[in-house]
């Protein structure tokens, strides 16, 4: 049975971790696969400038180093930054998937131009700049923000009914007036939110967390991983040392509570 | 095609785990041109996808695959149909840069490059792709590659190697679903992986159905006036 490796990209206590791993109910899955949810040990707290990116790129990176000595089969990341992939690509032959770049990919499948939909205005650059690195700009119809500050361990729990109507009010800016043929959720934190927009939607909405279930199924029953052509392997492996790092960064900072990322809440509303 | 030949397809099935509780049936299109060698040839292919998948849904299937590279009957097919409708071709080429940054595509011979130059050019993924080789062996898309496994098999992996080793391929693409007999003895012996488009496109059509995904209809858009009945008549009574 096949033991798949799923890495939370902010330390979350059990409460977050729960609502991450909430997202394996959208989806029928192999009954026989495991999904164990994994949070980093320490990280940023914010995701929104390029010192974020760059912790979270270590903190899931050291994460998920072991997972084929541990026995894992394969590796989800979940983030749609795509942060700590080509690293961890470059130290395991299991399938390590991750939602960014596979999602636009997915999407390809559906139609011929898709919008990302992003949190609020500070997360519309980096997407940008994926788009670009991934040469998908083309296809790319636009990247709109909902202009709600992220919360990355509530997510959007108790804010259905402030954050659904205008998410589906920008969906629909995307479509009718982008010319968006595809939907992608720009963050798997986006979840909660899956199934309500895909209702309403008159085209197809990638819910990001759930699709890598779905690939990395498939990864493994087609017997396929990354290119080791694309991902070389480090001449000299310093993983003792990235566990070290992480290590002292997680004595320094205690798993994420609701004050801890008081700095990423909405302001009170109105 | 006769029953022996549907089955050398069908044998695509039995190299990747599938949902058990999932059915696949195969069938061959009412006629359909020699080879997919030229214009003339894709539009006898497509029209002949089309007719062959055309009711699957008052069928009562789930979804449909096609079963070649070329993608043949593809949109024609999403814009009939609301089940998901999957084929290999475009998603091979977007499967492999989930696995890499540079494809090659490695076919039988030369006829065959307009199939992949069409998607790449629509896709925009001229960059991607590394090159495609062909081993100058007419292919036969009814037996496939049995009795021929002595001889194609090395020209194949040679192709293969030349695509990783000069041209930089970081993921091979066969070319044709009627290659599969090839893919375990090439991935045991390469690399880099190895994209099996016929199995490919079952676990995507699995995917689609457990996500609850499918096709955009904007993208795709349904015909004001649907003339189902006159691709049938077209085909009812043709002795191929």
């Known amino acids: 049975m096949p033991k798949i490796l799923v890495i939370v990209p902010f330390a979350l206590d059990e409460a977050g971790v729960a609502r991450r791993k ?13 999904f164990h949810f994994r949070p980093v040990k320490a990280g940023p707290t914010s995701f929104m400038s390029p010192h974020d990116w760059t912790l979270m790129d270590l903190a899931i990176f050291e994460a998920g180093a072991e997972a084929q000595a541990e026995g894992f089969d394969a590796v989800c990341i979940d983030t749609m930054s ?48 994926a788009i670009a690195e991934y040469g998908l700009a083309q296809h790319c119809a636009s990247v709109r923000s909902f202009d709600i500050p992220p919360d990355f361990d509530a997510l959007l729990e108790g804010k259905q009914e402030s954050a659904f109507p205008r998410m589906l009010e920008v969906c629909m ?18 979840h909660q939110a899956a ?76 | 095609m006769s029953e022996e030949n549907r089955r050398a397809r069908e044998a695509q099935l039995q190299v990747v785990q599938l949902d058990p509780g999932i059915d696949f049936h195969f069938r061959p299109v009412r006629a359909a041109p020699a080879n997919y060698t030229s214009e003339h040839d894709s539009v006898l292919a497509d029209i002949s996808i089309v007719d062959a998948c055309k009711n699957a849904q008052a069928e009562g299937y789930d979804a449909v695959c096609i079963d070649t590279m070329s993608d043949s009957g593809l949109a024609a ?10 084929a290999p071709g475009r998603a091979s080429m977007l499967a492999a840069l989930m696995l890499g940054e540079r494809f090659s595509i490695l076919i039988m011979w030369d006829r065959w490059r307009h199939l992949y130059r069409k998607t790449i050019a629509e896709l925009d993924l001229g960059a991607r792709c590394a090159s495609i080789r062909s081993i100058g062996v007419a292919p036969d898309n009814q037996a496939l590659l049995a009795g021929k496994e002595d001889k194609v098999f090395p020209l194949l992996l040679e192709a293969a190697r030349a695509c990783v080793e000069q041209d930089g391929a970081e993921v091979i693409l066969l070319g044709s679903t009627t290659m599969h007999q090839a893919h375990g003895y090439l991935a045991e012996r390469l690399a880099v992986p ?47």
């Open chain 1, 82 to 129: 795509d942060s700590g992939m080509a690293a961890l690509r470059s130290v395991l032959d299991i399938p390590v998937v991750s939602p960014g770049r596979a999602s636009m990919l997915f999407a390809l499948t559906l139609g011929s131009k898709f919008s990302v939909l992003a949190q609020w205005p500070p997360a519309i650059v980096r997407y940008k700049k």
């Open chain 1, 22 to 34: 909430n997202q394996l109910k959208a989806v029928k899955l192999d009954p026989q696969s495991e």
């Open chain 1, 173 to 190: 800016r995307c479509v009718e007036e982008d010319g968006a043929d595809v939907i992608c959720l720009g963050s798997t934190t986006m």
């Open chain 2, 77 to 86: 097919a999403r814009s009939l149909l609301d089940i998901p409708v999957i």
């Open chain 2, 194 to 240: 190895v994209i099996n488009p016929g199995p490919l496109t079952y676990k995507l059509a699995e995917a689609a159905l457990a996500l609850g995904l499918k096709h955009s209809r904007k993208a795709f858009p349904k015909p004001l006036a649907p003339r189902v009945d006159l691709i049938d008549a077209m085909f009812k009574d043709l002795r191929p």
């Open chain 1, 195 to 270: 199934a309500w927009l895909a209702e309403r939607l008159p085209v197809p909405l990638i819910n990001p967390g759930p699709l890598t279930y779905k690939l990395v199924e498939s990864l493994l029953a087609l017997k396929l991983a990354h290119s080791r052509a694309c991902y070389p392997r480090p001449q000299a492996p310093k993983l003792p040392m990235l566990h070290a790092m992480l290590d002292a960064a997680a004595a320094l900072s205690p798993a994420m509570r609701p004050s801890v990322v008081a700095v990423s809440k909405p302001p009170p509303e109105k």
